[in-house]
């Protein structure tokens, strides 16, 4: 981990600048390389590696695929995703159910829009959105585990809700636990004219998957874009239309 001094930086990345994955079935936009698509200078902030904002198509997904030290966190915006697992863990990730996987020293899992083969039922004909994120753990080959949380109710209050974090600060708040003590994923739904202030960190990632929000000092976020916050923190966030922005606040961050 890195801790030399920084200077603030507002790092503004509008969604028209990530990189872009299209299959028949998946539209994926990736903030960070991933796969084929590298940039040398965009590999990370901080802790976080991966923030893929992903639409599949009824019936099809991603197939049984290893990992390997990777603290994992899945948030579905809309529509469901069957998870299925080398651990023996099988369910289906819904709108308010936070999830994570740590992949530790090795798993196999599935992710795939096709519930009704797990619940019965009729098929359905609606896509899942769901954003992925992978932040580094603090060791590697740990015993992989799998942990969720319903944390819809909470997220009725409008305010900053802590959904995955391995900060002791958070240490029995709603939150599903991570292998990493300098890492914690906020999530806030807001309605228009609704805030939140950030807190202050040595990084921040800001998210908007879905609605636009007004950044202070900083101007008119919408659908996709994302910033990256460096020394810096304090700032209200203000929702023009109907939003949910996702917040990773990061006490550290990768060498290199």
Known sequence: MNRTPMHPV?????????????TGWLDSKHSFSFGPHYRRNNTHHGLLLVNNDDIVRPGR?????????MEIITWVMQGSLVHQDSTGHSGVIYPGLAQRMS???????????????????????????FVQMWVAPDESGIKPGYEQLEIDNELM??????????????????????KNKHAAL????????????????????LF????S???????????????RFT????????????????????RATIRG
């Open 10 to 22: 507002t790092d503004i990345r509008r969604a028209s600048e990530r990189f872009s994955t299209r």
């Open 61 to 69: 997904g991603f197939d049984t695929h290893p990992h390997k030290d």
């Open 103 to 129: 992949a530790g020293r090795g798993i196999l899992h599935s992710e795939k829009n096709d519930s009704w083969r797990l619940q019965g039922g009729d098929t359905h004909t609606e896509p899942v959105h």
């Open 157 to 178: 209050t409008g305010g900053l809700v802590p959904v995955a974090s391995g900060m002791k600060k958070h240490e029995g708040a709603t939150a599903i636990r991570i």
């Open 186 to 205: 906020h999530v806030a739904r807001l309605q228009p004219g609704q805030s939140v202030t950030l807190p202050e960190a040595p990084y921040l990632h």
């Open 208 to 211: 908007v998957p879905r609605g």
């Open 213 to 227: 929000v007004t950044l202070e000092g900083a101007g008119a976020l919408g659908a996709g874009d994302a910033v």
């Open 231 to 250: 020394a810096t923190g304090g700032q209200r966030v203000t929702a023009t239309e109907p939003a949910e922005i996702l917040l990773w606040e990061m």
